[in-house]
């Protein structure tokens, strides 16, 4: 016999090499004939130490629970207590949990009530721990005599599915209050075939609801008629989109007849191991090992779960959002040069902002070393390169809705950009800049998401091509690492990735002046090129994908117009500005190619691309004094056309006062605006710095202050 199954196991290990479909392969029995000789139904915790059997013994109902010394795995199983439950349920049929296990629910063909059909529910002064288990304190709802003999439920406990044997269906119920049996409506269901020889004896969902699993029981010593079915579902947890498998699983026991009852998976650890009920004469629970997530039959598609789609996306679109948010900053710059060309000292300081990012709140404050300052003294004037230097801080927010098949983003960018550039005659600069960028997206409502770190350098210069017409060209390269985290609602995998990124931008302004006010009409070509390397997921091994090398082509064209103005204040100048810009994204499709790591099925996401069409807009204003204030603010909106968009603001202020004195107050956010208080003062050569920040949305206080002292050597 072990030799028999050792050429089994060798030869189920070549067929999925060579990437051939294999089904479940058997692992171990666990007799449980001493706590019951009708076991039905069976259940693990999330963390796989305990195990659930119910089922009875004549008319005495009971649940059997069970440590196990490694997680999931039969052979290792104790029993901790055999509770009986027959003063409420005779024949229980299937076991769950609510969500968090404080409440066990438990199905039964036969009560105290008048022997009808019902489910009883208990609460579990320890999660988890049947021997907690008051069995007088329970509530317990009649069932019509439909003969149950399974139930789930969804995520939240919303939903209630049973499978009544006596009408073949199975029927789904909506509670208004979750995991509340008592709150079900009428419910609706769908019909299964009638059976010969077999009963229902049990039933399952995998954990995202997109797949759900119908076991069938010989019930005349055929182990042929032991099967399980397969059910696809378009929505998750809605029977109605339910389409069967062509294909169903037929038992094969390792030795003699069995009757197959109950079904359940590891869940926490991606669900590739199966586990039923064997009620026959050997009273036994079933392991068996599966070849990928759920495949009893065939693997969970990942395309059609519209988390993975959702971050295959969020990964492609932003790649190629970094070449705009790259972009910006310097073309920013050089629009800024273009306004204020006139002025002596073209340093331009707006990088005071608080990242939530920690390294980007460190480099923050790392970056700004005294030739970078933005005052007016001997030092700053003295370089004898002739260089400006600027920086500009960045924080946007957003979210593009979901679609039919991929869930909704919420998007996180925070970036610093520094700078430097000088004038080669008196209307063309060029300059180089770098950016550290941080991009935290949300992908649906399970915990799934994307980390990105971008490091981007940027060579740039603008020229006139006539006397009112002027180009902005800039070419770029990028570092990308990326982490991801894919999480499914009860297990979740995780990755790395690594990317590198060429591209560039150019513009073409014409300028035309009335009086102060300047109207610039622009069009711009943004071009781009991402490769993402392969990478392989890791922390399920039923779940675990591995992606192949993506390659992202990136084309948007804009057309667009600046409106700004230059108004004599006193004692200084307010130049306000509105943007208005359309975005047209060319860009050609991009390809994911991915499979199970387990057994190299494959799958492709074709057709991955952002927004098409997207408007732009935006409004703020620089103000300089004589004084030596100096503001600059910028408010941003992006909208895709359709759904989705992203807000960006900024601010920044600086005030000296004296030669060796300086305030700065910066502003950031749209939904928690941060805030931050500088002053600094030169004593003997050496820079005093305290800084204050305060948010000012924050239900909680949270001062935070610090004193910096440097030099120069």
């Known amino acids: 016999m072990k030799n028999i199954r050792f050429i089994f196991t060798v030869f189920i290990g070549l067929l999925i090499h060579f990437k051939v479909y294999a089904g479940p392969v058997f692992v171990s029995n666990k007799s449980v004939a001493t706590e019951m000789n009708t076991p039905t139904g069976i259940l693990f915790n999330p963390s796989g130490s305990k195990m659930y059997v119910t089922g009875f013994s004549g008319d005495t109902g009971r649940i059997a629970q069970y440590s196990l010394s490694t997680p999931f795995s039969i052979s290792s199983a104790s029993l901790d207590e055999n509770k009986d439950i027959s003063s409420v349920l005779k024949r229980p049929q299937d076991i769950k949990f609510n969500s968090d296990g404080t409440k066990v629910f438990v199905i039964s063909t036969k009560s105290q009530i008048d022997d009808g059909d019902s489910i009883a529910a208990w609460s579990l002064g320890t999660p988890y721990d049947i021997t907690s288990l008051n069995v007088s304190d329970d509530t317990e709802t009649p069932l019509s005599l439909n003969d149950p003999r399974a139930v789930d439920f969804n995520t939240d406990g919303t939903k209630m599915f049973i499978v009544e044997m006596s009408s073949n269906r199975i029927a789904e119920y909506k509670l208004s209050t979750p995991y509340d049996p008592d709150s079900k409506d009428s419910g609706v269901g769908i019909s299964i075939s009638a059976v010969t020889n077999q009963r229902y004896q049990g039933f399952g969902f995998s954990s995202d609801g997109y797949k759900m699993f119908l076991v069938k029981a010989d019930h005349t010593a055929n182990n042929a008629n032991n099967v399980i079915e397969e059910y696809d579902l378009s929505v998750p947890f809605n029977i109605k989109t339910a389409v069967i498998n062509s294909e169903a699983y037929n038992s094969v026991p390792v030795e003699n007849e069995e009757s197959i009852a109950g079904i359940t998976f590891n869940f926490s650890q991606g669900a590739n191991k199966l586990y039923y009920i064997d009620f026959r004469d050997g009273d036994l629970v079933r392991e068996f090992d599966l070849p990928c997530a759920y495949g009893i039959i065939s693997c969970m598609n990942p395309t059609s779960d519209a988390d993975d789609v959702g971050s295959v996306e969020a990964q492609s679109s932003s790649t190629k959002k970094l070449i705009q948010h790259t972009s910006y900053p310097v073309l920013n710059r050089m629009e800024w040069l273009r306004r204020n060309k006139d002025s002596v000292n073209l340093t331009n300081q707006n990088l005071k902002l608080q990242f939530s990012n920690e390294i980007l709140a460190s480099l923050s404050n790392l970056l700004m070393p005294s030739s970078l300052t933005n005052d007016n003294t001997s030092s700053n ?235 732009n807009g935006s409004f703020g204003f620089d103000l300089i004094t004589d004084n030596g204030l100096s503001i600059t603010s910028n408010y941003e909106r992006n909208q895709n056309k359709g759904a989705g968009h992203t807000d960006a603001f900024y601010f920044a202020g600086k005030l000296s006062s004296r030669k060796d004195e300086t305030y700065t107050l910066s502003l950031d956010g749209i939904q928690n605006f941060n805030t931050k208080l500088d002053y600094k003062r030169s004593v003997n050569g050496f820079d005093i710095t305290f800084s204050s920040n305060y948010n000012l949305t924050s239900l909680i206080p949270d001062y935070g202050a610090n004193i910096e002292v440097s030099t120069n050597f």
Request: proline fraction near 2%.
């Open 381 to 615: 004037k003295s370089i004898s390169t002739n260089w400006s230097y600027w920086s500009e801080g960045t924080i946007s927010i957003g979210k593009v809705g979901d679609s039919l098949s991929s869930s909704a983003k919420s998007i996180n960018t925070s970036a610093i950009t520094i700078g430097a550039d000088k004038k080669v005659d008196q209307d063309r600069s060029h300059g180089f800049a770098l950016r550290f960028g941080n991009d935290d997206v949300k992908v649906g409502k399970l915990g799934s998401a994307l980390d990105m770190n971008s490091l981007s350098l940027t060579i740039y210069e603008t020229r006139p091509t006539s006397d009112n017409m002027f180009m902005d060209i800039l070419l770029g390269a990028s570092a990308i690492k990326t982490n991801l985290i894919n999480n499914s609602g009860t297990v979740s995998t995780n990755g790395k990735r690594n990317g590198q990124q060429v591209f560039s931008s150019i513009k073409f302004r014409e300028t035309f002046t009335k009086e102060k006010i300047n109207f610039t009409p622009n069009i711009k070509l943004d071009l781009g090129l991402t490769t993402l390397s392969d990478y392989k997921e890791k922390g399920a091994e039923g779940l675990n994908l591995r992606f192949g090398r993506q390659n992202i082509g990136t084309i948007v064209s804009s057309l667009g117009s600046t409106i700004d103005n230059t108004i004599n204040i006193n004692n200084g100048i307010l130049k306000p500005k509105i943007q208005l810009q359309y975005n047209a994204d060319l860009s050609p499709s991009s390809r994911q190619v991915f499979e199970y790591a387990s057994n190299g099925t494959t799958y492709v996401i074709d057709n991955i691309n952002s927004s098409t069409h997207n408007y």
